[in-house]
């Protein structure tokens, strides 16, 4: 086990997250077992992914998008907000810049949110980030804590997902909102869209189609259904239709799962 707390600044209601930092010794990861990571261990800065991640890289960002469709579907209340598998902040700080709402990072990669706490002090919101270093599957929060929670590109790359979701299950409030998946946006430009699905289809053979399998098996919506109800979920939307396609008008390309903690959960 392993404890360490990157920053902390920040507004009250954030405190006593940071405080009670106990996030564990990141593993190594099987060869094959993730798409990007393959081979690295978790934590440490991903290796460069196939030709069609490298691709995707010049394409616009998809960030601000996810953003607008996770505040227009959760309407998150003000308070205790998390960007699980946070990576530089690349959620969390659009996240900051459309609400001012203060945000916490989790993730075990804390080289990638020194950077992200960077880029917030460089834009004049170093007041309203924070990073704790930590996995999904034991979150250092405690029970019934946060108002909302926003996971992008993350839950493909966890040890053990359904854990992962019980664990955040566990740390919403009654009335909290959880947002979690990968995808781009629904107001992500549609030529963008479809070149991202034509890099991804591309990569389905050759070389590296093995990861590209895998890496559109893991996105595929029966899978986020499958970890939702081994986590013990009592009731969930699951939206999207996966890496390879755009049919869903909700949220685009991408596959994202969303729940309410009840009041009696
Ligand atoms: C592809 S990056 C996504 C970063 C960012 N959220 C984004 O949308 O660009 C995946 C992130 O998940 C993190 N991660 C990997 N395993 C994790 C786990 N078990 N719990 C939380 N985060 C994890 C990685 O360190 C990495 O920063």
Known sequence: MHARMVQTTLVSCLLFAVAVVAGQEPGVRAEGDSPVFAGAKTGTVPPKGPKCLEGEQSLPGRHAFVVQDALKFCKPAKGFWIDLGAGKGQVAIPLIEATGNAVVMIDPNAEAMTEGLQIARDKGMADRLAAVVGVAEA?????????????????????DPAKGLKEVHRVLRPGGKAYIGGGAGSGYPRWAVEELIRLRKENLEGDEAERGKRFVALRRPEQMKAWAIAAGLPSFTVMGKGAISADDPRVGQGVWLMFEKKADE
């Open 139 to 159: 979150m250092p929060l405690p029970d019934n804590s946060v108002d909302f929670l926003v996971s992008r590109g993350s839950i493909f790359f966890w040890k």
